[in-house]
């Protein structure tokens, strides 16, 4: 089960750190990434992370802005994101593959969150 949290209303410009805490098995089995989905939209990939942390994969709408970690020892990973956009508003998803890959497509993804909701005013 993946818990997702952090999220909030944020003024344009500024950074949020979301969490996403799996319980049950290790999350030290699954690639894990973040997606995020506005109203009215498909649900866009934002980030993905390897088993052990060493690779990590971005969406080109937060590359450069964004920063994707996990602890495994605390069965967490984190979304962290700065110099945030009104366009960035979306309900962000956690997810967690048992592949090996980096998946960008939400359907290469067997576990969800239930979403956080991020809106940034300007």
């Known amino acids: 089960q993946l818990q997702a949290s952090g999220g909030g209303l944020v003024q344009a410009g500024g950074s949020l750190r979301l969490s996403c805490a799996a319980s049950?098995?290790?999350?030290?089995?699954?690639?894990m990434g973040w997606f995020r989905q506005a109203p009215g939209k498909e649900r866009e990939f934002v980030a993905a992370i390897s088993r052990s942390g060493t690779y990590t994969y971005y969406g080109e709408s937060v590359k450069g802005r964004s920063t994707i970690s996990r602890d495994n020892a605390k069965n967490t990973v984190y979304l962290e994101m700065s110099s945030l956009r009104p366009g960035d508003t979306a309900v962000y998803y956690c997810?967690?593959?048992?592949?090996?890959?980096?998946?960008?497509?939400?359907?290469?993804?067997?576990?969800w969150g239930q979403g956080t909701q991020v809106t940034v005013s300007s």
């Open positions: 049950g098995r290790s999350n030290s089995i699954y690639v």
């Open positions: 997810a967690a593959d048992r592949g090996a890959a980096l998946e960008t497509e939400p359907r290469g993804y067997d576990y």
